[in-house]
């Protein structure tokens, strides 16, 4: 994270002072930003700059390319989200969303008014894109729109990190439309004259609905000049994947081989001139920098091509097919639509349930309204459908073609759990020739309601601190538009908190973070200080300022909830017996505006634990309680016996949640309380628990041993691990440990003894205790072993029928292949276990097995399809009657080798994962080979599933697969798709259909399979 602040810190301090214009885009830096966070991003990226180059050649050859692929008119639906509808003291409206979303359509068919006067050199590069960007009609729930969306005022989504689940929550699906944020601080960083960011193909992206265009509504046409109002087009192409004409300056490639390097200075302006090669400098390009001066004209032939091989990637192509330009509404300009600017409607900041937004209405393409005046009735002319309760919306007609929408009433229940999409149906009375020729007869309305306001207080994590041991630590409180923090040592002494642009309260005119003491009122008042651009951020330690200086405070701090100013604080304190500071605890006020006083709402630093309760269990009595802290040191546990005075029995360690006390005798009452410490803080206690042992109580025969030369040093049981070692007395207590099995498993099982000093033969007894009668008896043994000196490796079955919860007891004896579960054992050892036996649970979906190549004398690859939510996969084989399991796997295939000297014989396989299972695959039939050479020219490369309709895996040769790539190519020849990616690899945006899949290793056709997608 300190690489990132700095990396985002530098991009502000270049971005110039808080009003020059100026084109500052980070598409780059926030680009890479994303794909450190995502390495599978780079990686496709990188495998479509193959599919790209390859495309392009196809393209411009005319060959595998059909013909139309230029002469293509594309149309794709945008969503426009404006956050602020004033920015840089400019409006936003949807009249200037119109005009600009125009301008950028004339940009790119070349109907820009300077087209014709591009430099006479760069005339014959120049090239236009057969695109139409169209305001969607239709929302993602199917009511009118006009493609924009007006929210309250928020910033930060240039970023590329942090804000990803607020950028989701707004989007509109990122694969039926494009998706523009129109905000005026992009960064949140209180810089206002950054111009946009966009982000290239990336189906991650889009499938978590983050692909998106970032731009600052000051800089929308009507807000600037002309030229500088290009800079939209400019971002519009980078989200169909052009890069900047001077990415890396002198060294560097934007990917298109006909525009000229720059040095990335931007020193030309509009002024022709050469570059470091001593060529012409493309100045009048949309996709640097120098035309945003005032000479943005043209795309060049290779930028078109390279975007039209973009519209074939899969987080593209979906946004321009005619089934979306018909769910979005923009296939047919001829419909009429209800145009109503408002689709959000936010309570009322005095949180009484009131809306005051008034919305105005009105129809296109010479529809009306069946009245000229007065109001539309509900149930006549409108029904509602999730409308709040106590809300009612009054329609009045101003015209036969505008109206406007009002809001009477308050709701009853308006608090953000409310949160409800409502909907105005509009009947055919409404229209003058009812709702034919509508493209949608709906308005769709979202309700965002506000909690109560309140100051709410927050425990600081353990690790929220900085220290010479962590130099850097981010963090987020849990309210606020921007939630995001640093606590920082920056250099020795220097200890900052980095707010990302949120004011603090400091010392006046200074960067010093000014220590409150408690009572202190924070308000609109307060000496609030915003950082400076890295490095200077605001600090609480420096060598000149030390108020700090090993004491304890608070620090007030500015934030916004939907761009409204609110106030909190943060409880900072020494860390305790090492150099730095920790943030203990914080407060926060949600109402705007309303102040909030230092320490008033303070922690007290330990809660006791709670719920702690007895049960006696094998003469040990197991205690369970809950840590209500994440700070403490560890815990006393303190014990009566018989009334007596409670002594301590264990100190324990922090995040403790049971403990074992096998010290007790029967007919014994014993009480029980347990507190939390930290340092020499101790918590209040626990609430005591109360237990006797019973007199007649009956539990397991006792057991012990000498384990002085062998004890069990290990099991494994199925999933179950348990590492002991020598256990005191020969008797390893582990009944608070449970083993999880189902009915009817064959349970693997590894059991290692530990010798001391040297390997001796013993044998192992298992007995599962399934009649529950306290007594391990013959019937109930389920693994018995001969002599042996090694790790012993085998299997047992649970019975079809069993099922609950079961004691296990194991045994390991030195030279005795005794049956005998009690007493006292010579040389061995003893292990008691809770068994969890539960019935199979077939609630996963059964794999489809099957074979494709892969068989020879010595085996054969059994394959199958890969089913929702399986973790693993089960495979058995039947070579004479019984089905008997070879292994698992995780992929979709598994090699077996030849089972003895059977040729013909049978395989099946089960999904599996932690809490059910598949039923069984039916089985394949295998025949190997006969004895002989091995056909080394069979095919070793394997598709699967196959068929398939999300997602496959290819299967190739080690020897070519660090250098080797998949083509895939559609029945017309024409190739589609490039990757590396060999594993779950998705497919799921290709039309349904067969493909030629073509394994290629040094330009050369390895091998090549059909594909199947169903």
Known sequence: MKKTLILISLLLNIGGSLYAQILECGTKEQNEITQRQNPDALKKRNEFEIFTKKFVHDLRKNKNVKNNALATNYIIPVVFHIYGTTQSGKSVTYDKIVNALNAVNNDFNGLNDDFNSVEPFFQPRRATLNIQFRLAKIDPNGGNTTGVVFHTTKNGYGNGGGYDDQIAADAWDNKKYVNVYIQNDLYNQNIYNNSGVAWYPDINMTNRNTARIVFNGAYLLGNTDKEFSSTLTHEFGHFFNLIHTFEDGCTGTDQVDDTPKEDAKHALSCTPGTNCDGDKVNIENYMGYNGARG??????????????????????????????????????????????????YKENINNNGTFSQINELSLTAGKTFSLSSGKLIQGTHYTLTNFPQGLNPIITINSNSKATLTLEGSAQNHQTNHNILASIQFLPAAFSGGTNNLISDKLNIKFEFIDPYGIFLAKGQPNWMATPSQTWLFFNTEKGDDTSYGFWLFETDKYKLETYGKRLICNPNTRNISRLTKGTEINGSSNFTAPGAYPNQLDI???????????????????????????????????????????????????????????????????????????????????????????????????????????????????????????????????????????????SYSNETIITAPSDYVDYCKVSAKNTYEYIKSIKLSSFTNTSGADYEGYGNYVSKTISLKSGEQ???????????????????????????????????????????????????????????????????????????????????????????????????????????????????????????????????????????????????????????????????????????????????????????????????????????????????????????????????QLVRITQQMENYSIQNLPRGTYQVKLISKEKVEDSKHLFLK
């Open 541 to 683: 330690i420096n060598p000149s300022y030390n108020d700090w200086r090993g004491q304890i405070g608070y620090i007030g701090y500015e934030y916004k909830i939907d761009g409204n100013t609110c106030y909190g604080y943060f409880k900072v304190e020494p860390v305790s017996g090492s150099e730095g500071y920790r943030i203990t605890e914080y407060a926060y006020n949600t109402q705007p505006g309303a102040p909030i006083k230092a320490g008033e709402k303070d922690l007290q630093s330990l809660t006791s634990p709670s719920n702690l309760t007895s049960a006696i269990n094998n003469n040990t009595i197991v205690l369970n309680w809950i840590d209500k802290n994440t700070t403490e040191d560890g815990f006393y546990l303190e014990k009566s016996t018989n009334g007596g005075t409670y002594q301590l029995i264990a100190s324990l360690p922090p995040n403790t949640y049971t403990y074992s006390d096998k010290l007790i005798n029967v007919g014994i009452t014993y009480k029980y309380r347990i507190s939390a410490y930290k340092g020499t803080e101790k918590s």
């Open 747 to 973: 349970v693997t099982t590894v059991l290692t003894p530990g010798f001391n000093p040297s390997a001796s033969d013993e044998a192992w007894t298992i007995w599962i205790d399934y009649n529950d009668n306290k007594q391990f008896e013959n019937s109930e043994i389920v693994l018995k072993t001969s002599l042996t000196n090694k790790e012993y490796t085998g299997t047992f079955s649970i019975p079809l029928t069993a099922k609950g919860t079961f004691r296990m007891r194991i045994i390991m004896r030195y030279n005795d292949i005794s049956n005998i579960p009690c007493g006292y054992i010579n040389d061995g050892e003893i292990e008691d276990y809770t068994v969890q036996i539960q019935e199979q649970n077939t609630t996963l979906e059964t794999p489809y097995a099957y074979l494709n190549g892969g068989i020879s004398k010595n085996g054969f690859y059994a394959l199958w399809n890969k089913v929702p939510n399986a973790s693993k996969y089960e495979v058995q084989l039947n070579t004479s009657g019984t089905w008997y399991t070879v292994g698992t796997s995780t992929s979709y295939y598994l090699y077996v080798a030849k089972p003895g000297s059977s040729t013909q014989f049978q395989f099946r396989v089960k999904a599996l994962n932690s809490t059910g299972e598949s039923n069984w695959s039916t089985p394949v039939n295998v025949t190997l080979p006969l004895s002989g050479p091995i056909n080394t020219k069979e095919s070793k490369f394997i598709i699967a599933p196959n068929p398939a309709t999300d997602q496959v895996t290819f299967s190739i040769p080690e020897s070519i697969s660090n250098d080797s790539r998949i083509e895939i190519y559609n029945n017309l020849g």
């Open 295 to 344: 000479c943005y004209k043209m795309f060049t032939r290779g930028q078109v091509d390279r975007m039209i091989a973009a519209m074939q990637h899969e987080a593209r192509i979906t946004l321009w097919q005619n089934s979306n330009l018909l769910a979005t509404g923009v296939y047919d300009n001829q419909l009429a639509s209800i145009i109503a600017p408002l689709s959000l």
